[in-house]
């Protein structure tokens, strides 16, 4: 499903956030991505999204060299990919239900499509009593929420999820990390970058730990002690 | 596109100008004081323009003719003939020697009638029948004059070269000072409003970031901000037009009203025909920099 092979990132200050990483993530994994900052995660993040260019090797997703792709195919492309941010990232003045349709609504998704399958997800992630509430009158696992439903409203092939509890109690923390894994057992690729060792810990799933732009240990169900 | 995406970009951009009413209202209050300005220099030059061209049209040549010409009508008409052709006349007026008498009697004997009864019988300006030449374009009055002079059976020419110079210079400098002061105040207003619409994108750069990164392309992204930019521009230009308007027409009438000595001299314009230029000039420069200035803004947040 996502396959680096020899990438590097050299920013333009000449700092190299990401060496020679090869990784391999079939499809269905369960993928922690642990390490200090500045040990290239959201380097890789970034990478994977298509924000940044590598600066060699090449980036394969879903069969799509993403490294040859053209400026206009990154639209397209980016919708097979779902994405988390620690801050959410919701449109603050649009309702709940609004921030979810508005990713159906960005790839042209018929009215009747839209008006069935954003309170099927809204339902699937626990919010569907509050999809007329805006950003600001949910708790800050409630907007996670939303922000998964956003991403998966369009059934992604992969979710990528940058800190997603990185904002959140260990309450709302272990609900997210619940639902990506439930989202996992549906079928999705899931790649969680996280700093969350208990979590990383008590999960037992793959864990790919990086320092200073390499992957240092790779080990399925693994720890982030491992990683120290 | 889809018809539904279409609808759903229009609303949004309508919804935009709702959902950032600050920014919004500046944007309409930059485009609308900049209209305002426009539409208030325009409408005084335009006026100052017409009453120049006014006072154009009431400088004339006046021609006359040899004694033997002054008493035959048919030599006046056919050397008035031969004038009338050339392309710079714009219109002749013939005064009879009787009219000229009048009009002298009207001017200098006001109120003392029995002074001129003694040249009753005898028009002291019985060789004075004479035609007033209007020309199309009182700069060409110096040549056509020369042109007269030539003409054999005229043997005075009145004309005013001072009034001339003085209405081709004051025209001159109005021309070139309107045009100089026109495009100063186009290029700060469009100065004004793309920065103004630039900072209201920019403070959205996060909500156009999300966009990106759901797949939205650029064209989906800029679709609203564009409505957005037509749609203040649209509302920015005809608020500072209705305003005018009614000034305009106060002005006009209170001006009439007060100053009804002056109404020989000062004729406004009908406001519709101030406004028939005005308007979709207002409109297209309103519409014109919304369009362009979103454009331009949202391009500088989707290069990346």
């Known amino acids: ?228 | 596109m889809r018809i539904s995406t279409f609808f759903y970009c229009i609303r949004q951009g309508m919804q935009n100008i709702i959902r950032n009413k600050l920014f919004s209202l500046a944007s309409i209050g930059t485009i609308c004081a900049s209209v305002f300005l426009l539409g208030i220099f325009y409408s005084i030059v335009v006026n100052f323009n017409n009453i120049i061209r006014e006072a154009e049209t009431k400088v004339g040549i006046t021609i006359f003719f040899d004694k033997d010409i002054s008493y035959d009508q048919a030599r006046m008409e056919e050397i008035a003939a031969q004038i009338e052709k050339r392309i710079e006349v714009q219109s002749m007026v013939f005064i009879s020697a009787e009219q000229a008498w009048e009009h002298y009697k009207d001017k200098y004997f006001e109120g003392r009638p029995e002074m001129a009864e003694g040249f009753a019988q005898d028009n002291p300006l019985a060789a004075s029948a004479s035609y007033e030449i209007y020309l199309n374009n009182v700069e060409d009055q110096t040549e056509f004059v020369e042109y007269l002079k030539e003409i054999p059976g005229i043997r005075r020419i009145n004309y005013s070269e001072m009034a001339v110079r003085g209405l081709v210079s004051v025209n001159k400098i109005i021309t070139y000072v309107s045009a100089v002061i026109v495009t100063v105040l186009i290029f700060v207003a469009i100065f004004l409003i793309t920065n103004t619409i630039g900072l209201s994108i920019s403070v959205r750069r996060e909500e156009i970031r999300i966009m990106r990164l759901i797949g939205a392309t650029k064209f989906f992204i800029r679709q609203p901000f564009i409505v957005e930019g037509i749609l203040i521009g649209l509302i920015g230009a005809g608020i500072p037009l209705a305003v005018i308007y009614y000034i305009y027409m106060n002005v006009v009438s209170y001006v009439v009203e007060r100053l009804k000595l002056l109404s020989g001299l000062i004729v406004f314009l009908p406001v519709h025909q101030i406004m028939s230029i005005l308007i979709p000039a207002a409109l297209a420069l309103g519409v014109g920099i919304g369009f362009f200035g979103s454009i331009f803004s949202v391009r500088k947040h989707l290069r990346a």
């Open chain 1, 1 to 228: 499903m996502i396959h680096l092979e020899n990438v590097s990132k050299t920013y333009e200050t000449g700092s190299k956030a990401v060496r020679d990483l090869n990784l391999h993530i079939e499809a269905g994994e369960f993928v922690f991505i642990v390490g200090n900052s500045g040990s290239g995660k959201s380097t890789l993040i970034k990478l994977l999204l298509k924000e940044l260019e590598p600066t060699s090797g090449s980036i394969v997703v879903d069969g799509l060299d993403i490294t040859r792709m053209k400026r206009r195919k990154i639209p397209m492309y980016r919708r097979k990919i779902g994405v988390v941010f620690q801050d959410f990232r919701l449109l603050k003045d649009r309702s709940i239900y609004e921030n979810v349709a508005f990713a159906q609504r960005v790839i042209a998704a018929p009215g009747r499509e839209i008006k069935r399958r954003v309170p099927e997800i809204l339902n699937m992630v626990g919010l569907a009593g509050k999809y007329k509430s805006y950003p600001r009158q949910l708790s800050g696992g409630e907007q996670q929420r939303v922000a998964i439903a956003r991403a998966l409203v369009n059934r992604p092939g992969i979710l990528l999820a940058d800190e997603p509890t990185g904002n959140l109690d260990p309450n709302n923390s272990w609900e997210i990390m619940n639902l990506l894994d439930e989202v996992n057992r549906q079928g999705t690729t899931v790649v969680v970058v996280t700093h969350n060792r208990e979590i990383v810990d008590q999960m037992k799933k793959r864990v790919i730990a990086m320092k200073s732009g390499r992957i240092v240990s790779d080990e399925e169900e693994g720890g982030y002690a491992n990683e120290d």
